[in-house]
């Protein structure tokens, strides 16, 4: 009894450890992005908007923010089609080597993401195709469609293998069935997928700042804004991605878990 | 007799080098309400699947109205199936469930509606008409499942173990419910099942089946008092199954004596010759009890091991000196009359016609 009552406060101060460690730096961040001093340093100085204002009106952080919006709106499209696509074939096929091909699939996320971005470099400069935005659109799709995959294949798995053969049953051919019945069923995964891909590319700065060349995305501009001085416009900027991630991530989890809680229920 | 609707023609269904299905030959008559019965794995939701589409025959052929239906996509028969699993669709509601085989017939939306309101209303639940389907009952997402598949106006209805999740009162409830319906609409039910009693219940004709082949086809009650062998009279159950050789030859009976006694049965479907091994059945509610000898033929001297009540039925579970077990089965009413205290000294008895020759197999 005793022994579980320690075991419990144990657990929650592990936790809020781990909290405090994750967020404290992004707290900071925060902090120091309305303080007029230009050095994170304390005492705080006034509160000041003075760093929002500045990287409003700067050009290159706005084109940088709008490449960042056409990245990951494209990649989430892309990687959630592609990871419905793979997590639908496992599904419903049987077939030889089918093991190395979900291994395939699901690899990208576990190669080491800075020789990802230099073999997708590499590999781009080659066939001509790297310094363009669609560079960092491929490369970011293949980089995320297994988070897509990885959510649609939990929802599909939950499904009543029967309810497939039911609609041809009821005269619906194999198309229709994909449209009145999979894609229904798997909403909530779809947009859990698309909401997860869109973070993680919005976030992802290795690969991008390797294949973007002149096409900047926000983690990149953040970089060349810290090399060489502190500048607090820094934690501006960092404040906005952060919301902004936090939001898809956010959404992503409802989704995900509003259609946990309905399962649960039925 | 009415006409075959369907035809199975030397069916045959192997998945790899399991055989599900050795071969099948029989015919489902038009409007009849035909139960396929037999323990799990004999092949008889293979059966129904194939007859859906859902599986196709490895050799053989299935016709339907005399057209092959081997190579016709599920989509393009009109064979509705009822499933196990219901497999009703969770993201509509029970309206859109009912609406969903029209839609995709291109039914318009205003006819749909009004087709699947009729039908939910016939299945009485109009009133859950735009509830979820997570919302409803067991009984009445059965209910939502008949009227989806019966909404396309099908010459046939397939049935897959549908009331197996449901509570046995409920069974009961949509027992009546299906028995009517088939009535009422005359169409071909093919009924599924591993539970003899829905399938006596409700069926014109059972076809029994055992490991991927049929056992027996006939009425209900063919099949309870003349099983045609071992494995149907072990199936049915509620029935005393002796076996030995035959001793001797009459006219229309013969004698054949067993560990448990001579006794006398009849023949006339099965030949029989002398010395021949014989297996034979009775069914337990043609045996007869009584506390002293009786005279004739066909007795048993047994001791009552135990007693099980079904509502007013009462099945009795004797042994005799041999250990041999025997079933009788009577109204409770009428086994009020024995003193079944002195349970080690109960006399069994039978009319040689009660009892049914089985075919060796």
Not at chain 2, 267 to 296: C, R, T, W, Y
Not at chain 2, 344 to 355: P, V
């Amino acid at each position: 009894m005793n022994q579980g009552r320690t075991l419990n406060v144990l657990l929650t101060l592990y936790v809020g450890l781990i909290f405090a460690f994750v967020f404290a730096p992004i707290i900071f961040s925060l902090i120091f992005s309305f303080n007029s001093q230009r050095f994170p340093t304390i005492p705080l100085g006034s509160f000041s908007t003075e760093w929002y204002q500045k990287i409003l009106s700067d050009a290159d952080v706005w084109e940088a923010a709008l490449n960042s919006l056409i990245v990951s709106c494209s990649t989430a499209i892309i990687a959630t089609f592609l990871g419905f696509c793979t997590a639908y074939s496992d599904y419903r096929y049987n077939f030889r080597f089918k093991g190395p091909y979900l291994a395939l699939i699901l690899l990208p996320p576990t190669i080491p993401l800075i020789i990802m971005a230099l073999a997708m470099l590499a590999w781009f400069s080659k066939i001509g195709m790297s310094g363009q935005i669609y560079s960092i659109i491929i490369a970011h799709s293949v980089l995320t469609a297994p988070f897509a995959m990885a959510v649609i294949r939990l929802r599909l798995n939950q499904m009543d293998p029967d309810l497939e053969a039911a609609a041809w049953n009821l005269g619906g051919s194999e198309w229709a069935t994909m449209r009145h019945v999979i894609i229904p069923f798997c909403k909530p995964a779809i947009a859990s997928g698309l909401f997860l891909t869109a973070a993680v590319s919005f976030d992802e700065f290795a690969v991008s700042w390797f294949v973007s060349g002149l096409n900047k995305t926000l983690p990149v501009i953040i970089l060349e804004i810290v090399q060489g001085n502190i500048d607090p416009q820094v934690n501006a900027i960092g404040t906005f991605v952060f919301l902004i991630s936090m939001t898809l991530v956010v959404l992503a989890q409802i989704f995900f878990a509003s259609r946990q809680l309905k399962s649960i229920r039925a | 007799m009415s006409a075959p609707l369907v035809i199975f023609d030397k069916v045959q269904k192997h998945f790899d080098d399991f055989v599900a299905v050795k071969e099948l030959d029989f015919e489902i008559r038009e409007g009849e309400f035909l139960a396929i019965m037999g323990p799990s794995g004999c092949g008889k939701t293979t059966t129904l699947r194939m007859l859906a589409g859902l599986e196709a025959p490895t050799t053989g052929e299935i016709r339907l109205s005399g057209q092959v239906m081997n190579d016709v996509r599920p989509h393009e028969r009109d064979t509705p199936l009822v499933w196990q699993s219901l497999a009703l669709f969770p993201f509509l509601s029970a309206r859109e469930n009912v609406e969903f085989g029209l839609k995709m017939g291109g039914v318009d939306k205003a006819e749909r509606k009004e087709r699947a309101l009729k039908w939910l209303d016939k299945m009485q639940i109009l009133e859950f008409a735009d509830r979820d389907i997570s919302t409803l009952s067991g009984g009445q997402k059965q209910r939502v499942a008949l009227a989806r598949s019966l909404v396309m106006e099908p010459q046939i209805l397939l049935l897959d173990e549908p009331l197996s999740a449901l509570d046995a009162h409920l069974v009961i409830r949509m027992q009546a419910v299906l028995t009517d319906l088939q009535r009422e609409l005359g169409i071909t039910f093919v009924y599924v099942t591993h539970s003899q009693s829905e399938a006596f219940a409700m069926a014109d004709r059972v076809v029994i089946m055992g490991e991927g082949e049929i056992a027996q086809i006939g009425t209900p009650k063919d099949i309870y008092r003349a099983p045609a062998n071992q494995f149907v009279a072990e199936f049915v159950g509620r029935n005393n199954i002796l076996s030995g050789t035959v001793a001797e030859l009459a006219q229309d009976t013969a004698r054949i004596t067993t560990p448990s006694g001579d006794f006398m049965v009849p023949v006339n479907e099965v030949s029989l010759s002398q010395g021949q091994n014989a297996s034979f059945v009775i069914s337990a509610d043609l045996v007869h009890i009584a506390m002293a000898k009786p005279d004739g033929e066909n007795t048993a001297h047994c001791r009552l091991i135990s007693e099980e009540f079904v509502g007013s039925m009462v099945t009795l579970f004797l042994e005799d000196a041999k250990g041999h077990e025997f079933k009788v089965q009577m109204q409770e009413r009428e086994l009020s009359s024995f003193d079944l205290k002195s349970s080690d000294n109960i006399w069994l008895s039978w009319d040689t016609q009660s009892a049914h020759v089985l075919n060796e197999s």
